[in-house]
């Protein structure tokens, strides 16, 4: 657990490190109270589960986790958004991999990490997305480490 956690500092480290301070780079106070306040409710969300709701169908929880999470959006993207999208094959991979791999599949892990196992488990493995991230963009798409 502890060297999950310290891999998935270090993985923050190297994604923000380059970026704050620098005009443009995307982490502004913004980004980081955004960034703070969504893992404080996922952590949330996650005791909140574990301690209430962890003997229920996980169909019917994920589902109303959506449908939650899909009311917040839809209000946000009516006040801060164009409502202009441009269909193109991007897009149509970039939705197909959100809704069917992050979504479904990762949700539907999640969900069944949180029921059958250690809640610290699942926290060290949160921490790990970062540095696992990381490594994959530069393996796959040359991107640079600094």
């Keep these: 657990h502890w060297a999950g956690l310290a891999v998935g500092l270090v993985g923050v480290v190297i994604v923000l490190w380059p970026k704050l ?8 106070a913004a980004t980081l109270t955004a960034s703070l306040v969504s893992v404080l409710a996922m952590s949330a969300g996650t005791i909140w589960q574990k301690r209430y709701a962890s003997g229920g169908d996980l169909v019917s929880a994920t589902m109303w986790q959506y ?27 970039a939705m197909a991999w959100l809704v069917l791999v992050l979504s479904v599949g990762a949700i539907f892990l999640l969900m069944v990490m949180i029921r059958d196992g250690e809640m610290s488990k699942v926290a060290s493995l949160f921490y790990l997305v970062p540095a696992v991230t990381a490594v994959i ?7 640079q480490l600094n």
């Design 137 to 143: 963009a530069w393996m796959l798409f040359d991107e």
């Design 67 to 93: 449908v939650g999470g899909s009311v917040v959006m839809i209000l946000g993207s009516l006040a801060f958004e164009t409502r202009a999208v441009t269909v193109n094959g991007e897009l149509i991979f």
């Design 21 to 28: 301070g620098m005009v443009g780079g995307g982490v502004t």
